[in-house]
């Protein structure tokens, strides 16, 4: 499987690559004009929960963002379908995200996060602990950029640290990898993304896959509705399908803050959110 989508991830750069080459050959034997239609690329860096798009943070150029999103379990698969918990019970996370990213290169960023988790679990296995979950760096280049044909196109490279404490439900205890594509391309009143993602850990044979996507419109140059789609797909344990409604609000220069309501629309897992709250504040320097 690995192998799989690692050939899939290779052919759809190297697609993009040709349909790039081509077109700069085209362009310069035609005598085309190479200016960009004044939308292309005027999208965030991320959505809601796990959508990103191709850009990047810019050389020299560092952003800080903090991420704060609210779980509440509050259904429980059994029989085949979901029941409300018994009366009493509930199950519910808070997690807070703090990430930055520092442009160190042309078309090149680094980013580290610090998640900390919140847990408040009272059922027959009560949990109120709190602390660091799986520490994080990436890698990302934005190895094509976008023209007023085609789309940009970036490749993130991940390493999620063994900081987790499984027994107490803050993450793993166990290191993983991951890889990532984005694919963006913008018209003069929205914006399409699409990013597939594939993880494998150092120590357990669970490999996790997904496909993010998101519809960005930009009606004015302060504030963009969007909805994002997330699948997730982890091996032995199951999968879940969400969107993610929400707005874009760019206040002040340099600053934004998004908020959204992941709605859970099909999911195999065992506990199930139906539908909870994301929030976002950003800002580059």
């Not at 034997?29 to 239609?37: A, E, M, P, Q, Y």
């Not at 919140?118 to 059922?123: G, S």
């Not at 949990?127 to 990302?140: H, I, P, R, T, W």
């Not at 190895?143 to 499984?166: H, M, Q, R």
């Amino acid at each position: 499987m690995k192998k799989t989508f690692t050939l899939l991830f290779i052919s759809i750069v190297l697609s993009v690559i040709i349909a790039y080459d081509s077109e700069t050959q085209a362009g310069d034997s035609n005598g085309i004009s190479s200016d960009l239609d004044p939308w292309c690329g005027k999208y965030c860096m991320s959505f809601f929960t796990k959508t990103r798009s191709a850009k990047t943070v810019g050389k020299d150029h560092v952003s800080m963002s903090l991420k704060v999103q609210q779980f509440d379990w509050d259904q429980v698969r059994s029989n085949g379908g979901y029941h409300s918990r018994t009366s009493g019970q509930e199950k519910q996370r808070w997690t807070a995200t703090l990430c930055t990213k520092y442009g160190w290169a042309e078309n090149h960023h680094i980013a580290v996060g610090i998640p900390y988790w919140y847990n408040d679990f009272d059922t027959s296995l009560p949990n109120d602990s709190q602390g660091l979950a799986n520490m994080y760096v990436f890698e990302k280049w934005n190895c094509i950029k976008e023209t007023n044909n085609l789309p940009g196109v970036s490749v993130d490279f991940w390493y999620y640290f063994p900081t987790g404490e499984a027994d107490k439900k803050l993450g793993t205890d166990d290191g993983a990898y991951k890889i990532t594509t984005e694919i963006s391309k913008a018209w003069k009143d929205f914006s399409l993304h699409f990013n597939p993602g594939y993880t494998w850990s150092e120590n357990d044979d669970a490999e996790e896959r997904e496909i993010n996507g998101a519809l960005l419109l930009t009606p004015r140059p302060d504030f963009w509705p969007a909805i994002e789609y997330n699948y997730y797909q982890k091996e032995s344990s199951g999968h879940r399908n969400d969107i993610i409604p929400g707005f874009i609000w760019k206040f002040a220069k340099g600053w934004s803050f998004k908020a959204g309501a992941p709605i859970n629309i099909d999911s195999t897992f065992t506990d199930r959110d139906r539908i909870g709250i994301v929030l976002k504040l950003f800002y580059r320097w």
